[in-house]
C-alpha cells in the first residue's frame, strides 16, 4: 500500500516562494505519475501539476509560469514549487499518484498540509 | 474550462436510504468522469472512475452512471460511514476540473 507525505513550511510570506516535498513510501516513484492538487474554500478542488519518474511535468495553465515540479527518485520524492504567492494561494495541498495521465485518477493521497499566505 | 455543477449541494438522508448525486459538465466529457468521497480533515478517496467503475475495496453499495455531459452517484443503501462530501472530476478536457461538491449529511 503506497502512502504519500506533505512536509514543508506551513507559513508563506506573500510574494515568497511556496515550497513542499511529498515522500512516497510503499511503493517505487518510478511507476505511475505524481501530482499536486490543492483544495481552498474559495475555488475548491484544484490541479496543480504533475511529474513522472523522468521528470517530465506539466502545470495547469491557470497557474502560468509560477509552479516547477521535480522528482528525486533516489529519495522516492517529489516537491512543489509555487513562486510569487498571495492570499490566493492559501489552501491545503496535496500530494497525489495518478495512475493515468498526472491529471486525471487519483487513487492514493497524502493528507495534506496547509499552507497559509500571510505577513 | 469545462465547468462541473453538483446537485444538491447539500443532501439530508438516513441510514439505509437510498442516494442519488447528479452532476453535469458543460460539454461532453464522454465518461471521463471519477467520484470522490472526503471526510472532515481528510484527503479524498477515490470511489469510481471512467464514469461507473468502481475502484478496488470500495462497497458495491456505491455506483456510478452516465455519458456525455450528465452522470449520477448512487448510493443503494446508506451507511454510517458514507456521510462525507462527494466530489466529481473530469479529465476529459484538459487540465480537469472538480465539481464544487455535495454533502451528505445526516437528517
Known amino acids: 500500500q503506497v502512502q504519500l507525505q506533505e512536509s514543508g513550511p506551513r507559513l508563506v510570506e506573500p510574494s515568497e516562494t511556496l515550497s513542499l516535498i511529498c515522500s512516497v513510501s510503499?511503493?517505487?516513484?518510478?511507476?505511475?505519475?505524481w501530482s499536486w492538487i490543492r483544495q481552498s474554500p474559495g475555488k475548491g478542488l484544484e490541479w496543480i501539476g504533475y511529474?513522472?519518474?523522468?521528470?517530465?511535468?506539466n502545470h495547469n495553465p491557470s497557474l502560468k509560469s509560477r509552479v516547477t515540479i521535480s522528482v528525486d527518485t533516489s529519495k522516492n520524492q517529489f516537491s512543489l514549487k509555487l513562486s510569487s504567492v498571495t492570499a490566493a494561494d492559501t489552501a491545503v495541498y496535496y500530494c497525489?499518484?495518478?495512475?493515468?495521465?498526472?491529471?486525471?485518477?487519483?487513487?492514493?493521497w497524502g493528507q495534506g498540509t496547509l499552507v497559509t499566505v500571510s505577513s | 474550462d469545462v465547468q462541473m455543477t453538483q446537485s444538491p449541494s447539500t443532501l439530508s438522508a438516513s441510514v439505509g436510504d437510498r442516494v442519488t448525486i447528479t452532476c453535469r459538465a458543460s460539454?461532453?466529457?464522454?465518461?471521463?468522469l471519477a467520484w470522490y468521497q472526503q471526510k472532515p480533515g481528510k484527503a479524498p478517496k477515490l470511489l469510481i472512475y471512467?464514469?461507473?467503475t468502481l475502484e478496488s475495496g470500495v462497497p458495491s453499495t456505491f455506483s456510478g452512471s452516465g455519458s456525455g455531459t450528465e452522470f449520477t452517484l448512487t448510493i443503494s443503501s446508506l451507511q454510517p460511514d458514507d456521510f462525507a462530501t462527494y466530489y466529481c472530476?473530469?479529465?476529459?478536457?484538459?487540465?480537469?476540473?472538480f465539481g464544487q461538491g455535495t454533502k451528505v449529511e445526516i437528517k
Open positions: 497525489a499518484r495518478d495512475r493515468l495521465s498526472g491529471w486525471s485518477t487519483f487513487d492514493s
Open positions: 510503499g511503493g517505487s516513484i518510478t511507476s505511475y505519475y
Open positions: 511529474t513522472n519518474y523522468l521528470g517530465s511535468t
Open positions: 460539454q461532453s466529457i464522454r465518461t471521463w
Open positions: 471512467k464514469a461507473s
Open positions: 472530476h473530469q479529465y476529459h478536457v484538459y487540465p480537469g476540473t
